[in-house]
């Protein structure tokens, strides 16, 4: 169950780490041009073929002289959160990776809706879900439902999710792309190079269990995705390969976005959500 108490926790971030999470991720991106705004910027002399409407007739009354009023026209970034709900997010010993990486996304969408943002969220696995972008607390909550109603399943096919996705995305935005990344190598590359010309953070979700396999023996394995079962023989050797597969997967995302300016986090789903932030926004 997805649970959204720690969402007030998040209002207890110092306002320092408030300014960055604003300015860098989530601020409001404002461009002068013209016609008219939201923000009041200045005056300038009126000019033939300039809108009589724009005349601030006040300063009018006050000097015989006719000024135009400037604004500024407040363009707002949209926040694209994108969460893996494909079969392999459905392991977990104590929470659900999917659940685990919902917490995060809906986390993400509540700083946005804070700063009166656009959100949309998504979900993907064989499909692409997309929900259109809106503003406010309500918007969330029906998120809130939706995923708690929602079971992570099915093969994951993320390249194909965000080639459809990325035709969605009307200007350069902000996007959080939340999942185990347990793909190929090649796909995760070419995912995060079609989406490399927008602000983007990359955090892996992991369960402890597949950061470090402490399970010795005999045991008969299930895929998550394609649901077939194979006997295995855990060894003190076997797990060590494991973990060094594992960490060099994860080394080369960490390469990949580096060398495209993205941020990466790994995270295993036994951290604390509002600890998890400390670090995403940090």
């Given at each position: 169950m997805i649970e959204t108490k720690f969402l007030k926790q998040l209002d207890k971030f110092s306002l320092v780490i408030k300014k960055r999470v604003t300015s860098s991720y989530l601020g409001?991106?404002?461009?002068?041009?013209?016609?008219?705004?939201?923000?009041?910027?200045?005056?300038?002399?009126?000019?033939p073929g300039d809108d009589i409407r724009a005349i601030d007739w006040k300063v009018y009354a006050r000097t015989d002289d006719l000024y135009i009023k400037n604004y500024e026209e407040e363009r707002n970034a949209t926040v694209h959160v994108i969460v893996d709900q494909s079969g392999s997010m459905n392991f977990g010993k104590q929470?659900?990776?999917?659940?685990?990486?919902?917490?995060?996304?809906?986390?993400f969408a509540y700083l946005a809706t804070q700063e009166n943002e656009k959100l949309q969220f998504s979900t993907f696995a064989e499909s692409l879900k997309i929900f259109q972008p809106k503003r406010g607390m309500g918007h969330l909550m029906t998120m809130v439902d939706h995923l708690n109603k929602i079971k992570a399943q099915g093969h994951s096919?993320?390249?194909?999710?965000?080639?459809?996705?990325?035709?969605?995305?009307?200007?350069?935005?902000?996007?959080?792309?939340?999942?185990d990344f347990l793909i190929s190598q090649e796909e995760?590359?070419?995912?995060?190079?079609?989406?490399?010309?927008?602000?983007?953070?990359?955090?892996?979700?992991?369960?402890?269990v597949e950061k470090a396999?402490?399970?010795?023996?005999?045991?008969?394995?299930?895929?998550?995705?394609?649901?077939?079962?194979?006997?295995?023989?855990?060894?003190?050797?076997?797990r060590q390969q494991y973990m060094n597969q594992m960490?060099?997967?994860?080394?080369?995302?960490?390469?990949t976005c580096g060398k495209l300016g993205m941020q990466f986090f790994s995270l295993t789903s036994d951290t604390p959500v509002f600890d998890a932030f400390y670090q995403l926004l940090s």
């Open positions: 409001q991106r404002r461009s002068i041009a013209g016609g008219r705004g939201i923000l009041f910027r200045d005056h300038r002399i009126y000019a929470v659900k990776k999917f659940e685990y990486a919902a917490q995060l996304g809906i986390g096919r993320m390249n194909e999710a965000l080639m459809q996705y990325k035709k969605a995305i009307a200007s350069k935005s902000i996007i959080i792309l939340i999942s995760i590359t070419e995912v995060l190079y079609r989406i490399s010309n927008h602000d983007v953070k990359v955090i892996q979700v992991l369960d402890p396999l402490k399970f010795q023996g005999d045991f008969k394995l299930k895929d998550a995705e394609s649901g077939t079962k194979q006997k295995v023989h855990i060894s003190q050797r076997t960490e060099q997967h994860t080394l080369k995302i960490e390469a």
